[in-house]
């Protein structure tokens, strides 16, 4: 799925991710970490979107990860699910759908709000 967002929504969104940054700096780092590890075994962001919103994971699942390394991955996630402050990250994920999470999520790792704009990135 592609998404085209504004930069307006772009920033709007970014706006928000430092808000939870400053008040909730523990799940914003949990949240950082499982963007970063996503990235370093390149699965797919939407997979990553998927298991948190608690979606369908049968267009994003990650065919070629070997079973050991994303057993390791879920628990990652699960970790980031289970903490106590996760239902901000959710409700900010759900209120951005329009963005989409890769962007969201590359946001979350540095990516500037122009450099995404109108682009288009696949799940």
């Known amino acids: 799925m592609m998404n085209l967002a504004s930069l307006g929504d772009l920033y709007e969104a970014k ?7 400053r008040t909730h700096p523990d799940v914003y780092g949990i949240l950082s970490h ?9 699965i ?4 990553m979107g998927a298991l948190l919103m608690e979606e369908d994971l049968t267009a994003t699942y990650p065919e070629f990860v ?9 628990k990652e996630v699960k970790r980031l699910k289970e903490h ?7 409700g900010l994920l759900d209120k951005h ?16 709000p122009e450099s995404l704009r109108g682009s288009t990135i696949m799940r």
């Open 97 to 112: 759908r329009n963005v989409g999470d890769a962007k969201l999520f590359l946001l979350i790792i540095g990516a500037k």
């Open 34 to 42: 499982v963007v970063s590890f996503t990235r370093q075994l390149q």
């Open 44 to 47: 797919k962001y939407g997979y």
């Open 84 to 90: 106590a402050d996760f239902p901000l990250v959710k």
């Open 15 to 21: 706006e928000e991710l430092e808000e939870i940054r």
């Open 66 to 74: 070997k079973g050991s390394i994303l057993s390791l991955y879920q």
